[in-house]
């Protein structure tokens, strides 16, 4: 597939996500996937630390901050 939105690669040790090309950081709390059939989609929901300027991750009212984000890509060259 040519410039898919979601890529996962895997050894069968270590296993890596890139979401529209930009690797998913250690930063990630959560990934979640899922396949539909009709029509062939696959959504991946992630969520990652929110980080400052600087790459710091950001606490409010001491919490640390979380961003969530949803892909969805559409598989039509298979």
């Known amino acids: 597939m040519d410039n898919p939105k979601i890529r996962i690669e895997s050894d069968g040790h270590i296993t890596e996500v890139w979401i529209d ?9 959560m990934l979640d996937f899922n ?19 600087d790459g710091n991750k950001i ?14 890509d559409t598989m039509n060259n298979i």
């Open 59 to 72: 606490v409010k009212n001491n919490e640390l901050l979380k961003e969530k984000m949803v892909v969805i």
């Open 35 to 53: 396949f539909h059939a009709e029509p062939l989609q696959v959504y991946c929901e992630i969520e990652q630390y929110e980080l400052d300027k």
């Open 21 to 29: 090309g930009e690797k998913v950081s250690k930063n990630a709390t």
